[in-house]
């Protein structure tokens, strides 16, 4: 067997507690595509909750940590464009005054990827061993859109699984109103925005609705539950990897 | 106007209650944003225009000081005055003692958030100077007694509804007893209303959206022609203005103004653009006798060389406003203070100190659209970021959200004890959420739960499945 790439899983907090076959799904995901899969043991979070509530000494110290954690890998790759995109956009920015870890942190950015986007551009995946029988709304997360550039990508990894109707949203670029901490702080705020979400993707007559992002899908999920919808929200690396056999987020 | 952005959260409880303004807001939305998407597109070189956009106002501002003194020569040479104002304060003295001076009882304005900022209207009136705002959004909410909601269509927030409800009350006085419902009506009225007020206006005051250093010209855009007739009609016409609207050049002003008009309303160019270059001159047909220019610096200055500076670059179109989706829920109102949307919640508080208005750049997800629309490539969360930092430095979050930050940050610090804090974390809320995989409230989460369910956690933590070996 051909030694592929040593990958790096960056879990992401919100996989790692809430919704582990997110976890799962991207290791199986990334095995498929021939990586060599490890989990440091030392992750934690990616620390964006303190970096965007102004806590710029916890942020560092979590961030430090995480580029300790990820020293040596080809790459780092998490299923998640918000905690893949606070490694490889923020941190540089985090150290560049500091020239002890400028050099280390502007290293694991450059070797930092999105999931979705690491399978198409990285390993350049043409098959998925996969079937879903579903209309599959795709739901583009800020983070993942704005900060890296990655849009066709799961797209495109939908398109490989037997049985999916990839429908867009009617407002892709709109945010679902999550933004961590926001959610909570600002609630009613976030509620409004995830209110219009919600009902666009009730709009796109798709039974399932998935994104890359935990965070936008705890929130989605969360308002199509408490208002009653069917529709099942899913993260798109468990439709990818076909272990959609565990329930859907927010149901039992 | 006197602030409110500390309320913020009350002003957003009124703002998601209030049906018209909600009907407004729905309208914005679908407008605004795909317009800017159409005009973007067409036109190839949009990206680079950006970029040189970037590019001039980063050079002005590198140089202010020398442009703005460029600007005041310039202005002098051609029969103008340039008055220099530190504060509003400064401002509204200077202001007042031009349309003294000039006899004035009545002033007609074109609009200009510059005089919202220095709360002109009122100074003038309590000084016994009536204000005709000419713009017909600024004449609404002139009629409405509010102030701007939006800093390019500031009564955004008025259904048509209101505003035929708003001209039926005060057009009465004018013989206007018919109720108007149709917006062409309403606006050929407010147009014949206006129009003798342009004639026995004193003095016209306008906004400036760029100063030109090399030929000492300030330039206005509209739609309506209102910011001509308030400019020309007049005696007297005095631009009000801030700092950083100068540029070096024409060249320069006509390079910004490709990216303006197409990331504010997605028109090419606005119908009007004025160039307004000193007085009137022997043999020209028409212009004001006097032309000053009042320049404000209100805490602008002390931006340069901060982390706040690019807000410098801002052009004023409102793209950022348009597609944010927080303004797009609450409208303009509820930021308590003059400047709202995105730019608002980085300038507020460089003007009414963070303290009272630290709410504007904490509400908000980081989508980054407005950083991604904004035609001077302003980085708006970048600098709400920054305003986040000073905020939690200076303490004013509630002591719960400092208290449950800090406690996370302790643990995510220390991989071994978070694994095991979490473990029972998650196992609790697991069996929470039974038997329907998700929660309706949960203790101090109640921001969430208000609106949405939380889904409930799996049960156990991706880390320990992985450390045992177990994989599904």
Known sequence: MTAGPRVGLFVTCVADLFRPTVGFAAVKLLEDAGCRVEVPEAQTCCGQPAYNSGDRRDALAIARGVIAAFEGFDYVVAPSGSCAGMIKKHYPGLFAGDPDMADAAQDLAARTWELTAFLIDVMHIGALDARYEGRVAYHDSCSSLRELGVRSQPRELLSLVDGVTVVDLSDPEVCCGFGGTFAAKYGEVSGAIVHKKAAQVVATGADTVVAADLGCLLNIAGKLKRDGSPIKVRHVAEVLAGMTDVPPIGEA | ?472
């Open chain 2, 1 to 472: 106007m006197r602030a409110t952005s500390h309320l913020f959260k009350d002003n957003v409880a009124k703002a998601l209650a209030d049906a018209d303004l909600q009907t407004a807001l729905y309208r914005v939305d679908k407008n605004f944003t795909a317009r800017r998407t159409a005009a973007v597109t067409a036109l190839p070189e949009f990206e680079a225009l950006r970029d040189d956009a970037v590019r001039i106002k980063d050079h002005t501002l590198a140089y202010l000081d020398l442009y703005l003194e460029t600007f005041e020569r310039n202005v002098t040479a051609q029969g103008g005055q340039v008055h220099w104002a530190e504060t509003p304060d400064d401002a509204r003295r200077i202001i007042l003692d031009l349309c003294q001076a000039a006899g004035a009882r009545t002033v007609t304005k074109g609009k200009s958030m510059i005089a919202e900022e220095v709360a002109l209207n009122p100074f003038l009136e309590a000084n016994g100077i009536t204000p005709v705002e000419t713009d017909l959004g600024e004449y609404i909410i002139q009629l409405a007694d509010e102030p701007p909601s939006h800093i390019i269509g500031p009564a955004i927030h008025k259904t048509k509804e209101q505003v035929s409800d708003l001209f039926h009350e005060h057009h009465r006085q004018f013989g206007k007893t018919q109720r108007l419902t149709e917006g062409g009506d309403l606006v050929a009225e407010a147009r014949e209303i206006l129009r003798p007020r342009y004639l026995a206006a004193d003095v016209g005051i306008t906004g400036a959206n760029f100063l030109i250093a090399e030929t000492g010209t300030s330039v206005i855009v509209t739609n309506e022609g209102n910011g001509d007739l308030t400019q020309q009609l007049p005696k007297t016409h005095i631009v009000v203005a801030s700092l950083e609207k100068v540029v070096p050049t024409l060249e320069d002003a006509s390079t910004i103004l490709r990216v303006l008009a197409r990331s504010a309303t997605g028109q090419q160019m606005s119908v009007y653009t004025t160039f307004s270059t000193g007085p009137r001159r022997p043999g020209d047909p028409d212009g004001p006798d006097a032309y000053h220019v009042v320049l404000l610096d209100n805490g602008r200055s002390k931006l340069l060389g901060s982390d706040f500076q690019d807000i410098l670059r801002c052009i004023r179109c409102g793209a950022c406003f348009n597609h944010c989706p927080v303004y797009a829920s609450i409208g303009g109102h509820a930021y308590g203070w003059v400047y709202s949307g995105p730019m608002g919640a980085v300038l507020t508080p460089a003007m009414i100190g963070i303290e009272a208005s630290h709410h504007l750049p904490s509400a908000t997800p980081f989508c980054g659209r407005c950083e991604a629309v904004c035609p001077m490539r302003i980085p708006l969360p970048k600098m709400m970021r920054h305003w986040r930092e000073q905020a939690f430095d200076k303490k004013l979050d509630t002591v719960r959200q400092r208290w449950a930050l800090k406690v996370w940050a302790w643990f995510a610090k220390r991989p071994r004890l978070y694994r095991r804090i979490t473990r029972l974390a998650v196992r609790y809320l697991a069996w929470r959420g039974r038997p329907r995989g998700r929660m309706s409230d949960l203790p101090l989460t109640d921001g969430w739960t208000a609106s949405r369910d939380m889904p409930a956690p799996q049960g156990s933590t991706f880390m320990d499945q992985w450390q045992t070996g177990r994989r599904p």
